[in-house]
């Protein structure tokens, strides 16, 4: 999934602890997401961000927090891990206008126990 | 509450069979497009309706968007082993096109 770059690939965490997700893309799009996705539930939205040093809230949003320090980069954080937020998280980038589609980065495999 | 419900949400059929998915909503879209998704990979966009009724074809595959612009199907004519995967329904919001919410889920599995 070039050009939609996220760290880490697996992360195992215990219950109460802290992480950041890292998401970067290079094909200069202005607003980028963060999905979870479970088991029977498809994908729900987080947080996304239209423009650098916006962000607005998903579906889902408690217990996470995101930055949008530049155009390029959009992170999410887990302040105090729980076992209900293992799941998959996947970060995309809208490609705009005329092209109205979703670019997926591949993914971050994410368990709390 | 899921603002997209697909069905079945899982399929298991042989090479060569038929099979339609469906994604119903209560709301209008304005838009609403089809992804599938490998294991490990995100998903990648098969196709996007845009009007009420439209219909698209993809090789085999055939969507179809609800006149109402609330649903969509999915059909598939003579499946074969490499459509096997998950199909994500997805929509845009009618009032804020920066939001694109996904359906349910629908595994598909198909055996030679």
């Known amino acids: 999934n070039a050009g939609v770059t996220q760290t880490p690939k697996f992360q195992v965490l215990k219950t109460g602890q802290s992480m950041t997700l890292q998401c970067a893309q290079d094909?200069?799009?202005?607003?980028m997401y963060w999905y979870r996705q479970d088991p029977g539930m498809g994908l729900r939205l987080i947080y996304y961000?239209?423009?650098?040093?916006?962000?607005d809230k998903g579906e889902v949003p408690n217990g996470y927090n995101v930055s949008r320090l530049n155009k390029r980069e959009f992170s999410l954080r887990l302040e105090s891990a729980a076992p209900s937020q293992t799941s998959v998280y996947f970060c995309?980038?809208?490609?705009?206008?005329?092209?109205?589609?979703?670019?997926f980065g591949s993914g971050t495999q994410l368990s709390v126990l | 509450t899921q603002l997209l419900e697909q069905s079945p949400q899982f399929l298991s059929i042989q090479e060569g069979e038929n099979l339609t998915v469906y994604c119903n909503s209560s709301?209008?879209?304005?838009?609403l497009q089809w992804y599938r998704q490998e294991p490990g990979e995100g998903p990648v966009l098969l196709v996007t309706?845009?009007?009420?009724?439209e219909v698209k074809k993809l090789k085999r595959l055939t969507f179809q968007f609800g006149d109402a612009r609330k649903d969509s199907s999915l059909h598939i004519t003579a499946a074969q082993p490499g459509d096997t995967g998950l199909y994500l329904c997805?929509?845009?919001?009618?009032?804020?096109?920066?939001?694109?919410?996904f359906g349910t889920g629908t595994r598909l599995q198909v055996f030679p």
């Open positions: 995309a980038i809208h490609t705009g206008t005329g092209d109205e589609k979703l670019f």
């Open positions: 094909m200069n799009h202005n607003s």
């Open positions: 961000s239209a423009s650098e040093g916006t962000t």
């Open positions: 709301s209008v879209f304005s838009s």
């Open positions: 309706v845009v009007t009420g009724g």
């Open positions: 997805a929509g845009w919001k009618s009032y804020n096109t920066d939001k694109l919410i």
